[in-house]
């Protein structure tokens, strides 16, 4: 049996974590935390065969389930720990040796009128044990909500351009994940590229304001902008470079040669107005006429 029979449950945390799982993979996610809560250190091995042993599933199925149901644990030292267990899990453990030096002191206060002097010592105790249990919750709190105006670089504009889902965005879990993907190394614009590319896909697909768009906090905690930055697979194009005079003017010889054959389609022939041969090419050639149009007859063209 477990140290601590009784694992609290933050109901609105675990809905928010889990909000972007499907029902097997919100089982396998919850299924482990317990799995940690009875384990000594209140962590788990990292072990795949006995993952997906404790899961009752086969290796190959927890190989597909694991991405998503450990991105909300951390690999420390071999060994996998989720912050909402550990957590719970430090506050019953300090709750529980409150209560037993509060035991150890006297348990319950006596009635006043059988005491000699003083405050009665349970009362003392009473009153240690709500500052303690107080300053508990404190640390079991989340991250404050950042008052309007002083959000971080380039969150409201990631707000704005990420695609609606059929509930309301969860502001305070994306920008905590929004903080820590900075944290790590990823630029503002970095995740706001990649967030107006994934809206592009979901409104090409028709997903937009339906369950199927990932809210905003999974889609940073997983850093689903890589997936849709620009391949460097594709440089972009160089421009062409400029055609020497001497190519030039060796076109011009073989279109005279040929009785006005010009295969190169990247510009007009000589007897074009619109031809692309430098006019001093043309001129070199006797090409040139004193209208500016070519002169077919001294280009020997019929």
Known sequence: MSQFPTMPVGVDRHIADTAHMTNEEAGAYFRLQVFAWRSP????????????????????????????????????E???RNDQVAREH???????????????????????ELQETGEASGSLIEKQNQSETKAAKAKATYTPIVPNGDEPEGFLKFRAIYPKRNVAFPTTLARKRWL??????????????????YAAEQTRIGKVGTEY?????????????????????????APAAPIADETWRDRVRRWK??????PWKGSAPPDNPQTGVPRHILDECGIGSPSGRPDLRLAGVA
Not at 183 to 194: K, L, Y
Not at 257 to 262: F, K, M
Request: charge should be positive; proline fraction near 8%.
């Open 41 to 76: 250190g209140c962590c788990l091995p990292d072990d795949d065969v006995r993952l997906a042993r404790m899961l009752g599933t086969a290796p190959k199925r927890w190989a597909t389930l694991k991405p998503i149901v450990l991105a909300n644990w951390t690999l420390i």
């Open 180 to 197: 820590e993907a900075c944290r790590r190394g990823a630029s503002p614009d970095e995740i706001i590229a990649g967030a107006t590319a």
């Open 213 to 237: 768009v990932k809210t905003a906090d999974a889609w940073l905690n997983q850093q689903r902008w890589r997936d849709y930055a620009p391949s460097a697979a594709d440089p972009p194009a």
């Open 257 to 262: 040669a040929t009785g006005g054959h010009w």
């Open 78 to 80: 071999g060994n996998w």
């Open 90 to 112: 430090q506050f019953v453990s300090e709750k529980v040796e409150r209560k037993r030096a509060a035991g150890k002191l006297g348990g319950r206060p006596k009635p006043l």
